[in-house]
């Protein structure tokens, strides 16, 4: 397993009065290569919404395929569709290209610059720049190191608080100096784009008066966390499927109550029932030894699922899973900001309490569950395993 891999996330504030953003973030990865490409599409709604995902997509895709520059830049200016109004076909846009969590590669049009914290510091790297289709485009590479974070934005960005709070806007010095006073070791991407666009908000006074968004790529340590649902198939593999997961590195979560006797009878201890409810409408957590985290099954997972579709929108500037703290938050906050691998264990034993109508779960609620959590996750950039017993 690779040691290092490369954590992303994004958000995105909606232009006021529009009702889709003129932004695009497009993500793209696998072990060795991981590309963000972000595009600001020509004005506001939804035709700009077009072009930025035209743009976007196009480029992630020509990326992978370690298509040129020139070539990406060429077909852009072919492909788009162009504006009745301004009657121009392009939209800005900035690749940031890493390989093996090493080797970074930007590439930028029109976009403001890309912004490198190192250490916590705002660390400068230099660039050069050609025409290519009468379009002027910015190069830039240089070496990573562990725990980098590159953030990529739109000029939504540098624009906020214009008039204001920042008679100019907010700008890239005054964007670095924000980082830098927020900086922890331990935050996330998908964190640090969350923090910038919740500034950005609070300098628009909540009305926006661009499209705005922030792509963000961490260099990290992999985490892996493993999570267990369900008794298995049979009994005579209680034992296996339990020590499997034990004995898999990284945190544990178990979910279910039988799921939950079935590994405090291999730990030789006792589950516990938290009386705390809280203001959540979910089931209470457990709390047993021997395991990071014990929860309620399938109604908590249904919760996570709801969370990570919500995740992967990028609007929420506070979401419910930062805000409570129950069974269902605990697994978002793994899965989504701790976790770079997971490991589903999932038992495929016929659970007698999913069977009562009145609960409107039937048998296979379990595993569309974690399919689609999983698929969630991936698309995170996570690295997903299912196990089944």
Known sequence: MIELYTDTGSMSLTKHGEQLCGDHVEFRMDDHVSICVLADGLGSGVKANILATLT????????????????CVDTIVRTLPECSVRHVNYSTFTIVKIRD????????????HTVVLREGKNYEFKYHSRMIEDKKIYFSSFEAKENDVIVVMSDGAIFAGLGGAYPFGWGRDKIIEYMEAHYASDMTAKGVATLLARECNRLYEGRPGDDTSFAVMRICRRKPVNLMIGPP???????????????????????????????????????????DYGE??????????????????????????????????????????????????????????????????????????????????????????IDQLGKCLEKMGKRVETHFY
Not at 101 to 112: G, W
Not at 254 to 275: D, F, P, W
């Open 101 to 112: 969590q090493k080797y970074v590669e930007l590439t930028r049009f029109d976009n403001p």
């Open 233 to 275: 198939s049979s009994r005579n593999l209680d034992e296996t499927m339990v020590r499997r997961f034990l004995d898999a590195p990284g945190m544990h979560i178990v979910c279910g109550g039988s799921t939950n006797r079935i590994a405090a009878r291999y730990l030789g201890k006792e589950v516990q029932a938290s009386l």
């Open 56 to 71: 976007s997509q196009i480029l992630a895709t020509m990326s992978v395929g370690g298509m040129s520059i020139e070539d």
């Open 280 to 369: 959540s409408d979910l089931p209470p957590i457990y709390h047993l030894e021997g395991v990071d985290l014990a929860t309620e099954g399938v109604v908590t997972i249904s919760k996570v699922l709801e969370y990570a579709q919500e995740y992967l929108e990028g609007v929420q500037l506070n979401p419910a899973w930062k805000l409570i703290d129950d069974g269902a938050s605990r697994i978002a906050n793994a899965l989504f900001d701790y976790a770079s691998d997971v490991r589903f264990f999932v038992g495929c034993a016929i659970n007698p309490a999913h069977q009562n109508p009145s609960l409107s779960i039937a048998f296979g609620a379990k595993f569309q569950l």
